[in-house]
Nanobody, 118 residues
Framework: QVQLVESGGGLVQDGGSLRLSCAAS????????MGWFRQAPGKEREIVAA???????YVADSVKGRFTVSRDLARNTVYLQMDSLKPDDTALYYC????????????WGQGTQVTVSS
């Protein structure tokens, strides 16, 4: 059973930066695809970024050039570096994991709130 714990959310001004962390336990994160999702009030949940077992990455067009996903295998932790934040980035951010080859993400963290003030 994989457990995920996010941290690093908070309140930041327009143009600011935050780094979210997702600590995985119960299995090596190197064997998992790790994704970052977000959900704003009244909106659908959307994927923001992902890092695969090959260490290749995906970043959504809406945040490309501003957000970077990375992982520290020694710490079993995945990061989402968010720069040039905008009020539209305000949302509850979730970390999720799935086994390689799986279609669906099987494990989810509790979420961390990111609020960007204008």
């Amino acid at each position: 059973q994989v457990q995920l714990v996010e941290s690093g959310g908070g309140l930041v001004q327009d143009g600011g930066s935050l780094r979210l962390s997702c600590a995985a336990s119960g299995g090596p994160s190197a064997l998992l695809t790790m994704g970052w999702f977000r959900q704003a009030p009244g909106k659908e949940r959307e994927i923001v970024a992902a890092i695969y077992t090959t260490s290749s990455t995906y970043v959504a067009d809406s945040v490309k050039g501003r957000f970077t996903v990375s992982r520290d295998l020694a710490r079993n932790t995945v990061y989402l570096q968010m720069d040039s934040l905008k009020p539209d980035d305000t949302a509850l951010y979730y970390c999720a994991a799935k086994r390689r080859g799986s279609q669906e993400y099987s494990w989810w963290g509790q979420g961390t709130q990111v609020t960007v003030s204008s």
